[in-house]
């Protein structure tokens, strides 16, 4: 008998978690990810502060450097630099990345200082094929890979990737967008969802209200507030970062 019971408590949680899914694909319709290109991105820089459990350990800034040619088609060169401090270990992130008009990835090359080590993260683009290669304690791996057509390149914590791909497309209002993301760091692809929230939520930084957009992509954590396609705010709840817009 108990274990009769047993297996009528597990279906009725699955039968609830099927209803959940169910309902949320009724709610959120899934849709693919179609880039309709970059609007035109103005040289300028944007500075953001990085919290861990509500106290700032560093900064996270992001330029547009230019547009110019990049192999015989028009081009932004960005870059980034990522300073934090935890736990006493200082982090510094130097990152160099292109990228056509459309978004498509052309070049992408990451120096990290993690304390006493380093790695550095080179991958450059023919196409949609990567040939990426990275260093370590004196180890490389190198690997070539062809990518699904419009992948997007992102770096998880990276607020400037995360800002360019919202820029590129219009998700709608409480939607769901499959898209394929490409994470340098672990040279490989991931399939991935952000759910747009229907409503919008009021963001107070340095005195002044944004009414933002409010964007999930519930795989990796993360919550994003949008305001006017600028990402004002990064959070990602399971280790408590968060990456606010300071100035730019």
Same mark, same amino acid.
């Given at each position: 008998?108990?274990?009769?019971?047993?297996?009528?408590?597990?279906?009725?949680?699955?039968?609830?978690?099927?209803?959940?899914?169910?309902?949320?694909?009724?709610?959120?319709?899934?849709?693919?990810?179609?880039?309709?290109?970059?609007?035109?991105?103005?040289?300028?820089?944007?500075?953001?502060?990085?919290?861990?459990?509500?106290?700032?350990?560093?900064?996270?800034?992001?330029?547009?450097?230019?547009?110019?040619?990049?192999?015989?088609?028009?081009?932004?060169?960005?870059?980034?630099?990522?300073?934090?401090?935890?736990?006493?270990?200082?982090?510094?992130?130097?990152?160099?990345?292109?990228?056509?008009?459309? @978004? /498509?990835?052309?070049?992408?090359? *990451?120096?990290?200082?993690? !304390?006493?080590?380093?790695?550095? #993260?080179?991958? +450059?683009?023919?196409?949609?094929?990567?040939?990426?290669?990275?260093?370590?304690?004196?180890?490389?791996?190198?690997?070539?890979?062809?990518?699904?057509?419009?992948?997007?390149?992102?770096?998880?914590?990276?607020?400037?990737?995360?800002?360019?791909?919202?820029?590129?497309?219009?998700?709608?209002?409480?939607?769901?967008?499959?898209?394929?993301?490409?994470?340098?760091?672990? @040279? /490989?692809?991931?399939?991935?969802? *952000?759910?747009?929230?229907? !409503?919008?939520?009021?963001?107070? #930084?340095?005195? +002044?209200?944004?009414?933002?957009?409010?964007?999930?992509?519930?795989?990796?954590?993360?919550?994003?507030?949008?305001?006017?396609?600028?990402?004002?705010?990064?959070?990602?709840?399971?280790?408590?970062?968060?990456?606010?817009?300071?100035?730019?």
């Amino acid at each position: 008998m108990r274990k009769l019971w047993i297996i009528g408590v597990a279906a009725a949680i699955f039968g609830v978690l099927f209803f959940m899914e169910f309902y949320t694909s009724l709610r959120f319709p899934v849709t693919k990810y179609v880039p309709m290109g970059l609007p035109p991105l103005p040289v300028a820089e944007r500075n953001y502060d990085f919290f861990k459990d509500g106290e700032k350990v560093g900064s996270y800034i992001f330029r547009v450097e230019e547009v110019r040619d990049y192999e015989g088609q028009p081009a932004y060169f960005t870059s980034s630099l990522t300073s934090v401090v935890s736990d006493d270990t200082v982090i510094e992130l130097e990152t160099i990345y292109i990228f056509s008009v459309k @978004l /498509n990835p052309l070049e992408y090359r *990451l120096n990290a200082t993690i !304390g006493e080590e380093h790695q550095s #993260i080179a991958c +450059v683009f023919d196409g949609w094929n990567v040939y990426a290669s990275t260093e370590m304690e004196g180890s490389r791996v190198e690997r070539e890979m062809e990518l699904p057509v419009d992948t997007v390149l992102i770096d998880t914590n990276m607020v400037g990737h995360w800002d360019f791909f919202f820029k590129s497309f219009d998700p709608g209002v409480g939607k769901r967008v499959g898209f394929t993301m490409f994470v340098p760091q672990a @040279l /490989n692809t991931a399939s991935m969802e *952000l759910i747009v929230d229907k !409503g919008t939520k009021m963001l107070t #930084i340095n005195g +002044v209200d944004y009414e933002c957009q409010v964007v999930r992509v519930s795989k990796l954590d993360l919550t994003f507030y949008l305001h006017n396609e600028d990402v004002l705010k990064l959070e990602e709840s399971n280790q408590n970062i968060a990456i606010v817009f300071s100035s730019g």
